[in-house]
């Protein structure tokens, strides 16, 4: 401000009243110095160096060090904290000169030119292009960037950049021709008039001539687009799944197949799928009918281009030499094909799959609920389609033979190749003999018999738990009347018996 007011009354005349003593209300008089210490070490100022009392000369130059920012509400923040995250992009374009190339003179180079605001740097970045043969990417990377000679003292700040300006950044001028919305309505609140986009870009010759060559290597051809995405999007992922029946018994050898009907939203195509059970006797073929919509009539296969989308009416000059052609708009000669809906399926429908009359016999949850949805349908009663399961044939085990034990007998008519009986070794530990514990379960029986010998006869069973067995011991007794000890010899040892008595005697529990 003190400058400013100088510089006012040197512009006045130099008649009495008119000027004013400077000095006046001035305290401080002593001349600065020309060295400084930063951070230990003697800096020169040179031209940063003030007047006398520390005031700016009148040929000194100001130089700013970073963007003056308008103050916002609430107290003062530094820059770093105040704008931390906030950059603006400017679109820009600069002119390459290209030497002894016949496509191209120059080439047109655009890019993004960001501006952070926490610290003034730049940075500019191209945007990548197809088959463009130089290197692209990051340009600059981010930095302060120093104006050019003789302002080289200085760097870039945010009034040099608007929609229109050029700017010189290390010898290539970039000329700015629009800026994102964030940046416009910064500059805007900043007080800056922004003008509107520059449309008029100059075109890259090269580019340009690629694309002709692109256009010539693929023309143009008469077809007619049908947009299925929406219905992919809407619909993608999603099946409806019939289980199916073909009864083929009418042809010879034929038997009934169960199938799988897969029908998918996404494009309207059915796939069927065949349930191969284990040991059928047939290949596990992977598809009974590949994916592809079916058909409700099948009259003949069409030979490949007999039937088109479009039909070309006249043909006038060669194609080549830029010939024309008329399309038949009405499409007269077009063959209309009905194939098969998710309408057209339900429960108990038969559907012709290529000459195969296919019955649809269940649905799934899916399916029930689609179709609940979308048509208001319930879900009919399933129907059974299923073959009674073949009677199960007892094996017979041949009687016991009396050659090693009955367990190991049985284990030869149970496998081919034999295996030794496996005893339950958990059991075992659990139900052993333990001290006093013998885990042995023992009854008294006798025959049941009315012969007088036999009916006297006591027997001990005694069933182990630890493994299952069964011994069978008789029972020693004393005589009275003769004063002797009587024991019979036979008796059954310890071993596993089934429910049948091999003897075929009665036992009865005392």
């Known amino acids: 401000n003190e400058y400013k007011s100088y510089l006012s009354i040197m512009s006045l005349p130099l008649l009495p009243g008119n000027s004013v003593n400077p000095n006046l209300g001035v305290e401080k008089f002593h001349l600065p110095q020309s060295f400084v210490f930063r951070n230990g070490l003697p800096v020169y100022l040179g031209e940063e160096k003030c007047g006398v009392g520390g005031t700016f000369r009148p040929d000194q130059k100001i130089v700013k060090r970073s963007t003056v920012k308008p103050n916002g509400q609430g107290p003062p923040a530094p820059s770093w904290l105040a704008y931390d995250k906030q950059v603006l992009r400017f679109f820009a374009y600069f002119q390459e000169t290209v030497h002894e190339r016949r496509e191209e003179k120059y080439r047109i180079r655009r890019v993004s030119i960001f501006y952070y605001l926490e610290d003034d740097s730049i940075q500019v970045n191209e945007s990548q292009q197809m088959n463009s043969g130089i290197p692209q990417g990051t340009i600059i990377r981010r930095h302060t960037i120093p104006k050019p000679p003789p302002h ?108 799988i009907l897969h029908y998918f ?91 195969r009359e296919v019955t649809l016999c269940d649905m799934d949850e899916f399916t029930a609920h689609h179709y609940k949805t979308k048509f208001n349908l319930d879900r009919a009663k399933a129907i059974d389609y299923h073959a009674p399961p073949p009677a199960k044939k007892e094996f017979d085990i041949p009687p016991y033979n009396g050659w090693g034990s009955e367990e190991d ?29 013998s885990h042995i379960l023992r009854y008294l029986a006798r025959l049941d018999t009315f012969k007088p010998i036999d009916m ?49 005697r009665s036992v009865t529990l005392a």
């Open 152 to 259: 080289d003292d200085e760097c870039y700040d945010v009034e040099a950049f608007n929609v229109g300006n050029t700017i010189d950044l290390y010898g290539r001028a970039f000329y700015i021709t629009d800026c994102d919305a964030f940046t416009r309505n910064w500059l805007t609140k900043s007080g800056v008039k922004v003008p509107p986009p520059i449309e008029s870009e100059p075109s890259d010759p090269y580019f340009t001539y690629r694309q002709k060559e692109i256009d010539c290597m693929q023309p143009l051809r008469p077809y007619e687009r049908f947009d299925t995405l929406k219905q992919f999007l809407d619909h993608d992922r999603q099946v409806l799944r019939f289980y199916c029946l073909w009864d083929n018994t009418n042809e010879m050898f034929g038997d009934p197949r169960e199938l």
């Open 265 to 355: 939203l996404a494009d309207d195509t059915i796939e069927i799928r065949e349930v191969i059970r284990a040991n059928s006797g047939r290949d596990a073929a992977p598809k009974f009918l590949g994916r592809s919509k079916l058909p409700k009539t099948v009259e003949k296969l069409n030979k490949p281009g007999e039937i088109t989308q479009r039909t070309v009416l006249n043909v006038f000059g060669s194609m080549a030499n830029d010939g024309r052609y008329i399309l038949d708009a009405l499409k007269t000669g077009a063959v209309h094909k009905d194939f098969y809906t998710d309408a057209d399926l339900q429960i108990g429908a038969k559907i012709n799959v290529w000459g």
């Open 409 to 437: 007998s049985r284990a030869n008519c149970l496998r081919l190749i034999a295996v030794p009986p496996k005893r339950d070794f958990n059991k075992f530990m659990k139900k052993d003999r333990q001290g006093l514990e």
């Open 456 to 504: 006297e006869r006591n027997f001990i069973i005694s069933f182990f738990m630890s493994d299952d067995t069964v011994s069978v011991r008789f029972y020693l007794y004393i005589s009275l009347s003769l004063n002797l000890f009587f024991t019979f010899p036979n008796k059954l040892w310890r071993s596993e018996h089934s429910c049948r008595c091999l003897n075929r």
